[in-house]
């Protein structure tokens, strides 16, 4: 041990401040502060000299003083901490140690604190012997004696400069990779195995907004999980992650949709656990860097063009699908008459018709059955289409912008509501295009004959069990419970003004959806108009015939 400064309280005396001070430390005293005197516990102490030898030897800078601040003791850590001898200090006040840079306010409340017999802790700025300043962490904790009042105060230092140095860096860090998430035009999210989100990013909570509040993560989730089968536990032990897979989700109200290409890559968790020291060789928890780069508006350029596409492959389809409906309807028409002359001529001879007449029907009937075998020639085969894997609120709402002047011009508002993110059905894109086609058309038709001043169609779409399931609404005039079957019956048409209809849509949307493996039905208990509700069984479910 160095030499002790004859102003210095003996051993005895140090032993008993010591002593008084563990017998009842000051509320707030900290545990360190005890655990450092109370080498054995507070009920058995050390020999008086090993226990000295102890406080001498402790790893902090340890002061007495007496209630000025006027230095009594100090340990061989604060010598080397300070750089001060002890016989340069014992005797001088703590303000030595004081580079100046502490603001006055810390001493102040550095005081007003340890007066009123309570403990202080708190940081300062001190310097060496030789003006180098390092940050202190400092504890003072008052000393009574048996009167109550102040007789010693114990200090307890030591040096964080590093410690803080460290946190600057890491709050430098932290800062900077924050600024730079943020100042990145994509949407950043860490994301764990239990979903949730750890950090995030500006964009990211700028999309968080734009669905209303629903976890962008989720949503994103979701869509990979539909897509690529992502399984997020099993990336998160140990996957790989997974690159620019597209992604389309539909926002909430009639906003149009959004598409992001999305990567993910799997990070380490922090793991500040001491217990998990030695355990880092082991597996680690990791979660997931999840990066959403939205590229909606260059594949809103590319739908433009396929649009554009869809458009002139509609037209076509509409032609022939035209054609059909007329040239079955002749063919329906000009069967009855037939039938009727085939009728009259099955009955026997003797009824009264002479030779020539039933000639000339033999004629008539012959001529009109190789009218409806040229008809027949003539009816355009159904168009042969191959089946992908296709999003039915895409081609909601691909169609729904083809049908964009005839809704403006009927005064209609269209509620769009799609399912934010929806599984694929196996299909044909044209086909299931033209489903949704006829049913927009006969919502819109009903909503012009219902005459209405506030026109609404409203489609629904949502994903149910192992089906997709789509709902076209109309406030229009409904459809009443005789008609509710028979409306999916060929050539029926009941609209006021059946312009070009030709009573075929419901029944080859119909078709369609039960070529797909679906249904579609009206919905009797809807009222204020009328519901269309279809059902597609998602991708995996069952075969397109
Ligand atoms: P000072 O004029 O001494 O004090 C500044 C302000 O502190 C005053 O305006 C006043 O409001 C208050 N003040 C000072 N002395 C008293 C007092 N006796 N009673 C009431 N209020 C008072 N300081 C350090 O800079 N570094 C240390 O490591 C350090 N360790 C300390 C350890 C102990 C156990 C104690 C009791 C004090 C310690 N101090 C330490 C505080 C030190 O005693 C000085 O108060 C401080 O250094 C400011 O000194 P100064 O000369 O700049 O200003």
Redesign the pocket.
């Known amino acids: 041990m160095a030499q002790r400064n004859s102003s210095s309280p003996g051993d005895s005396e140090l032993n008993d401040v010591i002593r008084s001070f563990l017998a009842s430390p000051p509320e707030g005293t900290p545990a360190e502060i005890i655990d450092a005197f109370d080498v054995k516990g507070m009920d058995e102490f050390l020999p008086p000299r090993l226990f000295l030898e102890t406080v001498e030897q402790a790893p902090v800078a340890i ?1 007495i ?1 007496d ?3 006027r230095i009594l003791y100090v340990n061989e850590a604060f010598e080397q901490m300070t750089g001060y001898h002890r016989h340069e200090v014992i005797g001088r ?3 030595l ?4 840079s ?1 603001p ?1 306010s810390v ?2 409340d ?3 604190t ?2 009123q017999q309570r403990v202080w802790q708190g940081k ?3 310097h060496r012997k030789d003006r180098s300043e390092y940050l ?1 962490e ?1 504890t ?1 904790s008052p000393v009574l004696n048996p009167d109550g009042r102040i007789a010693y ?3 307890m ?1 030591r040096d964080v400069t590093e410690l803080h140095q460290l946190e600057q860096r890491l709050q430098f860090q932290k800062s900077l990779t924050e600024a730079a998430l943020d100042a990145a035009p994509v949407a950043v999210a860490i994301v764990n195995a239990e979903r949730k989100v750890l950090l995030d990013n500006h964009a990211y909570k700028a999309l968080l907004g734009d669905f209303r509040g629903v976890e962008p993560a989720d949503l994103f989730l979701k869509a990979l999980e539909m897509q690529i089968g992502l399984d997020l536990v099993q990336v998160c032990h140990e996957g790989k992650g997974f690159s620019n897979i597209e992604v389309r989700l539909d926002p909430p109200g009639s906003r149009p949709p959004r598409w992001f290409a999305c990567s993910g890559v799997r990070v380490a968790e922090l793991d500040e656990a001491a217990q998990n020291y030695f355990r880092s060789h082991e597996k680690t928890r990791c979660c997931l860097l999840l990066v959403a780069n939205e590229i909606t508006a260059s594949r809103m350029r590319t739908n433009e063009a396929r649009l554009n596409m869809i458009r002139a492959s509609m037209a076509e389809q509409q032609m022939v699908q035209t054609m059909r409906e007329a040239i079955s309807g002749a063919i329906f028409k000009m069967q009855a008459p037939l039938n009727i002359l085939n009728a009259a001529l099955a009955m026997p001879e003797s009824n009264g018709s002479p030779d020539n007449q039933r000639g000339v029907m033999r004629q008539v009937l012959e001529s009109g059955d190789e009218a409806i075998e040229s008809l027949h020639a003539a009816l355009p085969g159904p168009t042969m289409e191959q089946t992908s894997l296709v999003n039915v609120n895409e081609l909601l709402h691909e169609v729904i912008r083809l049908q964009t002047d005839r809704l403006l011009a009927s005064g209609v508002v269209v509620d769009w509501r799609p399912a934010p993110v929806l599984p694929s059905v196996t299909g044909r894109a044209n086909g299931l295009r033209g489903l949704l086609k006829y049913l927009i058309d006969n919502a819109i038709q009903a909503v012009d004959e219902s005459g209405n001043e506030y026109r609404e169609v409203r489609i629904e779409t949502r994903a149910d069990d192992e089906e997709i399931v789509i709902e076209v609404m109309d406030n229009g005039p409904g459809i009443a419970e005789l008609h509710r079957l028979k409306v999916f019956e060929p050539f029926f048409c009941n609209w006021a003004q059946p312009r070009s209809h030709a009573g075929m849509g419901l029944t080859m949307a119909q078709e369609m959806a039960i070529s797909h493996g679906g249904s579609i039905v009206i919905d009797p208990d809807f009222l204020g108009g009328c519901r269309v509700i279809v059902r597609l069984p998602v991708s995996g479910g069952r075969s397109v015939e």
Do not use: D
């Open positions: 002061s003083t209630p000025t601040a006040n703590e303000s140690l004081s580079s100046k502490t006055l001493y102040q550095l005081w007003n340890i007066r300062l700025i001190n202190a400092l003072i105060f114990l200090g230092h």
